[in-house]
């Protein structure tokens, strides 16, 4: 039977979470509250541990650490618990010890949860065995933080944004491709089979819903010890967003002193636009807007909606414009459509004519013959009259 373990409070807020450095790289998507319980009962894990235990979560504690309403979190808590080991985690370049080959491991984070019957409030969970490598004893090829650094965090964006650029603190400036990036952040999810799904698939808006309110709320939260900041990278000859390089500066401060504030709604997974930058703002800087064509754009978001300023903005792309903003303000007035591929048909074979035989020439003696017999039955045709 697997060793209880229970989470104590640390004085500062100082408890700590080691992962090995590939489950920054590894794909899964998770809510924010789901990561949250996960940190937690990863942090319960201590350096010297040599084996996996069965991790006893103090309800009424998690409540305030994550900064949740207690009121029916015990019901949640199984609904978590239950997603942890049905949600897919897939770590690639995993070494299988039984064939010694590198393989993608695709397992889950929960190997199973004990729950008290009649609301006694007694909750353990047990992590996947597989993952023993990559928590116990993690001496090389790992990254750190502290708990509270996340555990107020809102937005899944950031709490995943964090844990990467954690892992690549030491080098203060990093860069990852976007296809990268969406893996590492959640944005690409997977099923229980792995199967790959897209969420914000379009560039300008996994950069508003996810890039920007991640980085913005890793800078402004008061328990954060990094500051970030990012550039984009464009592909050579392309207006396409490439790269993304990020720069890090820790900050270097002792834990506060940890006080329970009061619960704040969290952010849900693709969160909808009242905490999120203007998509205003982004055509502006996007098209160069001044203040009049800015109001326009805005009137007409007003009357018409978010997508369909979205629709215009895929319409202007097709083609490149020497005005794109005119041609922006235009596609909102004219309702421009998007242009359709089509295909031409080839050109039809034109018919070819056999050459004709040349006539031979008429000699002038056929020709005053030919004319004395056009004159005798002219006489002819009068005289009959």
Known sequence: MPELTTWQKQPNGRAVVWQHNQLAEARYELTAREQKLLLYVVSMIEAEDDALKRYVVNISEFAQLANLDKDHLYQELR???????????IIPNHYDLLTGRHVDLVTSWFDSAMIGRNGSGYFAVTISPQLRPYLLQVKREFFKFRLINVMQMRSTYAIRLYQWL????????????VVDLRVHMGAVGFDEKGKRKENLALYPDFKRWAIKPAVNEINDHKNSDLRVSFEEIKAKGSRAVEKLR????????EPPDFTFPEPQPELPLGDVEQSQPDLIDELAARYGLNEKQRQKVANCQAQKGIDYLRQKVIVVEQEPRQNAAQAFLAALRDDWKPKIQTVKPPP?????VPPQPEEPPVSDEERAQTSAKLKEFIETLRASR
């Open 246 to 253: 990020f720069r890090m500066v820790s900050v270097a401060k």
């Open 348 to 352: 039809a074979k034109k018919k070819t």
């Open 166 to 177: 954690k892992r690549w603190e030491f080098r203060h400036v990093i860069e990852v491709s």
């Open 79 to 89: 609904e978590l618990a239950a997603n942890l080991k049905r949600k897919a985690l």
